[in-house]
């Protein structure tokens, strides 16, 4: 059986648990403690990921595949969830490195400070300055995109759409305002009735 | 002919000529100023990229394909440079996003700052030393990977080389010292001598 290693607040990791419940691929999850570091024990970097990071999907035949839009990539190949066409697959990495570069740490990593109590440092209070206005930035580019489409690529839902769902739709305990975006909020409505949508927890 | 809305500075750039270059596939090139920021105009947020970034792709049929790493993907389907298999193309991928994400934020950032003389506000130089410690992580993790792999992916030469070739070649412009990571440097003369290769400029 697939083997999950995850953490249950991640937004990355719920990427993939979304994911996996729509395409009916049963799972075993195990569970880490983030906040006492245990993705960044010896044995996690050498066994699982070298990065020391979550989620990491095990296969059947025991290969670690970390990063969750590779992970998402990987179980939509040959599935509705991925377009079949060459650039069709192209446009959802498109929005995928955009998630990843633009979006996630500037949308998710507040949200991770908050949540988590980390301390906030006068560098922290620095960055995060930046990352809510870059967070705003990508935000407004999704609302741009999605004021002419149901979906964002190919106008039918697919990974692209899992892989920016997953800390939009919590962006407001990043301290994010969404009520300013209606499109997004159109989309983040679509998104979850999609059919085997699971919430993040 | 395919065109390349590109910046001749930008690693993420580099990516797309390199490969191009090792296709043999001919292309037209546009140079933007990101100094005089010319890819946040409003004409080109429109056209090109809303997220105001290149290297943007533009096919021959006039559709716009942003983000380097899911130009590298689409163009290298179907060639020697992405692997046949579905777990080889997902660690290509994998590999793809952590350069996007533990990797281009923390090396590529600093060199940007430097050779374009960026101000080093208060902020900024808070974020360097991040970014520093960052930065040697990721190059920490490539090191270990190539302590035992010729290459990043299936023992042989592919698109995740080139996303991770990009900046770390040039890593030094960025303050990084690559004197400690024998194995990256030995991967660095590989990739070199690959066919067609071509430098950044």
Same mark, same amino acid.
């Given at each position: 059986?697939?083997?999950?290693?995850?953490?249950?607040?991640?937004?990355?990791?719920?990427?993939?648990?979304?994911?996996?419940?729509?395409?009916?691929?049963?799972?075993?999850?195990?569970?880490?403690?983030?906040?006492?570091?245990?993705?960044?024990?010896?044995?996690?970097?050498?066994?699982v990921n070298? $990065?020391?990071?979550?989620?990491?999907?095990?296969?059947?035949?025991?290969?670690?595949?970390?990063?969750? $839009?590779?992970?998402?990539?990987?179980?939509?190949?040959?599935?509705?969830?991925?377009?079949d066409e060459?650039?069709?697959?192209?446009?959802?990495?498109?929005? !995928?490195?955009?998630?990843?570069?633009?979006?996630?740490? $500037?949308?998710?990593?507040?949200?991770?400070?908050?949540?988590?109590?980390?301390?906030?440092?006068?560098?922290?209070?620095?960055?995060?300055?930046?990352?809510?206005?870059?967070?705003?930035?990508?935000?407004?580019? !999704?609302?741009?995109?999605?004021?002419?489409?149901?979906?964002?690529?190919?106008?039918?839902?697919?990974?692209?759409?899992v892989a920016?769902?997953?800390?939009?739709?919590?962006?407001?305990?990043?301290?994010?305002?969404?009520?300013?975006?209606?499109?997004?909020?159109?989309?983040?409505?679509?998104?979850?009735?999609?059919?085997?949508?699971?919430?993040?927890?």
């Amino acid at each position: 059986m697939i083997r999950l290693h995850d953490n249950l607040s991640s937004g990355n990791g719920y990427k993939v648990r979304l994911l996996l419940a729509q395409l009916g691929i049963p799972f075993e999850r195990v569970e880490y403690d983030i906040d006492e570091g245990q993705t960044r024990r010896p044995d996690f970097l050498k066994k699982v990921n070298s $990065n020391g990071r979550v989620p990491v999907l095990e296969t059947e035949d025991g290969e670690f595949l970390p990063e969750s $839009n590779a992970i998402l990539f990987y179980l939509a190949e040959g599935t509705p969830y991925l377009p079949d066409e060459q650039l069709g697959r192209a446009m959802v990495l498109r929005w !995928m490195f955009f998630e990843q570069y633009s979006h996630e740490p $500037n949308i998710a990593t507040p949200r991770f400070w908050i949540t988590h109590h980390v301390e906030m440092t006068e560098g922290r209070r620095a960055e995060l300055e930046t990352k809510r206005k870059l967070g705003y930035d990508a935000l407004e580019v !999704m609302e741009r995109y999605l004021r002419n489409s149901e979906f964002f690529v190919g106008d039918r839902y697919s990974v692209a759409d899992v892989a920016l769902y997953a800390y939009t739709h919590v962006a407001e305990e990043g301290g994010f305002d969404l009520a300013r975006f209606p499109s997004i909020n159109a989309w983040l409505g679509r998104v979850a009735t999609q059919p085997g949508h699971v919430p993040i927890t």
